[in-house]
């Protein structure tokens, strides 16, 4: 069967928008965000979320969709990209799914778990319970509930290691458990992924410059706006790359280069983890390693035995 749905990862400034858009002229396809970010309208310039341009070039779903004061979860993303990808199914036309959220394509291809919300005080109790006993005794804890969480979450990830006691603190069943009954949102046969992977020093390199550019395009401007509703600072969209950086020096706490220097740094840390999910969770996609965009479309093709 011939796949309907192209899957695109990548780390951040990779060329997956590009690829995208590429393929979309081809086949005639719609595209569809899979960038947690790149859902708030209010991040356009910060998430280089494509071009007013480019969305015109073609279909472009859930990109700028959400109020920055309304945090989105995973599994809202996931229901609003199945009633998008049905729709784009009944038109007869091919899904581009394009983005760096590694939860996102989990959840496509893996399945989400339905986990019934965890009331507030067992979260402030797991939290109160991690900060009084210290990671290795409530790791000790949670191994006797739930081993399988312990094996997986990585020293230091008190948030994913709070929520795996939380979910058991309220359920009584372990997350693991939960995750294991999840069915995939798509059927094995429906789709292809290909993963992009271009050298770790051009990858850096355009992290680097596409912030450089930000500047000029009116990041400040975005994180002024931002500053100006108040929003909680836990909300998803405050904690975008460069907001905080940029935040403090709007408000005389460093110098824009500074502000610039520590923005970059964030910005490549964030694209090596998105390079170790890869590694980690979708190792048998194939990898697109070239730099340039059109040796990326030509490795594109080879991958996925299209013809030009």
């Known amino acids: 069967m011939e796949p309907r749905i192209w899957l695109i990862a990548g780390p951040t400034a990779s060329g997956k ?14 595209i569809v965000n899979a960038d947690a970010l790149q859902l708030y309208a209010d991040l356009r310039v910060l998430t280089a979320r494509p071009t007013p341009e480019e969305e015109a070039a073609a279909p472009h779903h859930l990109y700028g969709t959400a109020d920055a004061a309304d945090g989105w979860s995973t599994g809202r993303w996931l229901r609003a990209a199945e009633e998008v990808l049905a729709h784009i199914a009944g038109r007869g036309r091919q899904a581009i799914i394009v983005g760096g959220t590694g939860l996102y394509f989990h959840a496509l291809t893996k399945g989400l778990a339905e986990i019934p919300p965890v009331p507030g005080d067992v979260r402030r109790q797991a939290a109160n319970d991690f900060a009084n006993l210290g990671e290795a005794e409530f790791r000790d804890r949670l191994a006797a509930a739930d081993p399988a969480a312990v094996a997986r979450i990585s020293p230091g990830d008190r948030q994913r290691l709070t929520r795996a006691w939380e979910v058991f603190a309220a359920t009584g069943a372990a997350l693991s458990d ?4 999840t069915k995939p949102s798509l059927a094995a046969e429906s789709w292809r992924g290909v993963v992009l992977e271009p050298p770790r020093d051009v990858l850096y390199a355009r992290c680097d410059a596409r912030l450089e550019a930000m500047v000029g395009k009116g990041a400040l401007e975005e994180v002024v706006a931002l500053a100006d509703r108040g929003l909680d600072t836990a909300l998803p969209a405050m904690k975008a790359l460069g907001v905080a950086e940029f935040a403090a020096h709007l408000r005389g706490e460093t110098t824009l280069a500074e502000a610039l220097a520590a923005a970059k740094t964030a910005t490549r840390r964030y694209a090596k983890r998105q390079l170790t999910w890869q590694r980690n969770q979708v190792p048998d996609w194939p990898r697109i390693t070239a730099g340039a965009p059109a040796e990326q479309w030509t490795q594109w093709k080879s991958a996925t035995d299209q013809s030009s």
């Open 17 to 30: 928008s590009a690829l995208a858009l590429r393929l979309a002229a081809q086949t005639g396809g719609e």
């Open 178 to 181: 939960w995750q294991a009954r």
